[in-house]
Nanobody, 123 residues
């Protein structure tokens, strides 16, 4: 069965950086759009970023543009999220997701989800 496993979360001070990783298994990784979403306590799950099959196309949510960078390594079945200039409002559980459809920033396009990794940014 498809598995997405996130790692790299943790506690960081405002202005710091973290790099999240997501390892995928049991899917033809290079044919899936990969995305990152996040959910803060009491809030809806929010789109962060997604990347196309080859890595050439990306979309970012307005709140992370210019600070976060998504990338993928199809040889390693992995997708990454480099997060710089972190803010307390970036605190959330971050989820990796896979879509067999087009590049999309909506949850319902993604069929597979990881369990999430906690990111906490202190002020």
């Amino acid at each position: 069965q498809v598995q997405l496993v996130e790692s790299g979360g943790g506690l960081v001070q405002a202005g710091g950086s973290l790099r999240l990783s997501c390892a995928a298994s049991a899917l033809t990784f290079s044919t899936f759009v990969m995305g990152w979403f996040r959910q803060a306590p009491g809030k809806e799950r929010e789109f962060v970023s997604c990347i196309g099959w080859s890595g050439g196309n990306t979309i970012y949510g307005d709140s992370v543009k210019g600070r976060f960078t998504i990338s993928r390594d199809n040889a390693k079945n992995a997708v990454y999220l480099q997060m710089n200039s972190l803010k307390p409002e970036d605190t959330a559980v971050y989820y990796c997701a896979a879509s067999a459809r087009e590049l999309a920033n909506v949850r319902y396009e993604y069929a597979y989800w990881g369990q999430g990794t906690q990111v906490t940014v202190s002020s």
